[in-house]
């Protein structure tokens, strides 16, 4: 299957450790989003990249969450200090540049459970 | 980001046809109606998308009202793998991130 892949697909932690997720998307999709989805809620975007650049980052995405796209392929989200309520399901989607509202594929997502 | 409004949710039966509402008023004209869907425990997944006309493809069809004031998804024949969670979402067609803005959707359920 060569989906978007995402990991861990769980990770658990205390809280005010840092964690990190890894994105790999399709191969050649130069358009990569992270989303962030709570329970009984639809997905909030976070961020997007475009190649390295990471063109656009939600107001969501506060001072302890970085993420980056070092060579336009896989993509990390790291939370540090994580908080209770960073608990959450951390999607990521990409899709090829050329297709102008064309469908975003999402991975499955890295469950984030924090203590 | 022009808004949509879908029902919390909905129930159905397996084998019978499946009627999706969204009201999106406030659309523009370059404005495209994106479906998804999440089942339980994945990621979204694509559905199906149009612009003015209705459109079919192999999971659905969509059905657009000739003002694009509103749109109904419609599964022709429901399964019980088709319970899930489906979000109506309008995507402009410009320039930047064209990033999807979920609301909270319409959860299906489908009674065997």
């Known amino acids: 299957d060569t989906g978007v892949s995402q990991d861990p697909r769980h990770k658990i932690t205390k809280r005010g450790q840092n964690v990190t997720f890894r994105c790999d998307p399709i191969?050649?999709?130069?358009?990569l989003y992270w989303y962030r989805q709570t329970l009984g809620q639809g997905p909030e975007f976070l961020t997007y990249f475009q190649n390295e650049a990471q063109l656009e980052k939600s107001r969501l995405l506060s001072d302890r969450f970085s993420a980056e796209r070092p060579k336009g392929s896989f993509s990390t989200l790291e939370i540090q200090r994580t908080e209770q309520g960073d608990s959450a399901m951390y999607l990521c989607?990409?899709?090829?540049?050329?297709?102008?509202?064309?469908?975003?594929?999402f991975g499955e997502g890295s469950r984030l459970t924090v203590l | 980001d022009a808004k949509t409004t879908q029902p919390n949710s909905m129930e159905s039966n397996e084998e019978e046809p499946v009627h999706l509402p969204c009201n999106h008023s406030?659309?523009?004209?370059?404005?495209?109606i994106h479906w998804y869907r999440q089942l339980p425990s994945q990621g979204p997944e694509y559905v199906i998308h149009g612009l003015t006309s209705n459109v079919n493809n192999r999971m659905a069809s969509l059905a657009i009202a000739e003002d694009r004031k509103s749109s109904t998804l419609i599964l022709h024949r429901a399964t019980l793998r088709d319970a899930a969670v489906y979000y109506c979402?309008?995507?402009?067609?410009?320039?930047?991130?064209?990033?999807?803005?979920f609301g909270q959707g319409t959860r299906l359920t489908i009674n065997p």
């Open positions: 979402i309008l995507r402009p067609l410009i320039q930047g991130a064209q990033k999807l803005v």
């Open positions: 406030t659309i523009s004209g370059t404005d495209y």
């Open positions: 989607a990409s899709r090829p540049g050329q297709a102008s509202g064309g469908e975003l594929f």
């Open positions: 191969s050649e999709h130069n358009r």
